[in-house]
């Protein structure tokens, strides 16, 4: 994961691309992405002039006492993917189970794989 920090009402958040995985089947491409600790209502998925934005938002817990060492960092989920007019925007689908963010992206009708009939006379 490639972590960087941002700026957000006056305090520095961490954020992180997380790991995705892609398979390309006949009918659609799947994302499947890891976002441990995100919920529904703090996953924000934004299809624009062909670019797919997935932003993930997890606020760190609240801490005891003065930290005075951290190991662990705490941040959003961000990735963007850039996609091609073989993809149908309108038909993109997405679901979040146990931190496990599955995007379905339909191929264009005409860019279907399809098989050609033979006419034999």
């Not at 520095?12 to 209502?41: C, K, N």
């Not at 997890?58 to 662990?72: C, H, K, L």
């Amino acid at each position: 994961m490639v972590q960087k920090q941002t700026r957000d009402d006056a305090r520095e958040r961490s954020e992180f691309a997380p790991a995705v995985d892609i398979y390309d089947q006949d009918e659609e491409i799947v994302l499947v992405a890891d976002m441990p600790g995100v919920t529904g209502s703090a996953l924000d998925i934004h299809l624009d002039r062909g670019v797919l934005s997935v932003r993930g938002r997890i606020d760190p817990p609240a801490a005891e006492g003065e930290v005075v060492f951290q190991e662990y960092h705490v941040g959003d989920f961000v990735r963007t993917f850039t996609l091609t007019e073989e993809i149908d925007g309108s038909g993109i689908s997405a679901e979040l189970t146990n931190g496990v963010l599955t995007l379905r992206l339909p191929k264009s009708s005409e860019r279907k794989p399809r098989r050609i009939p033979v006419k034999c006379g």
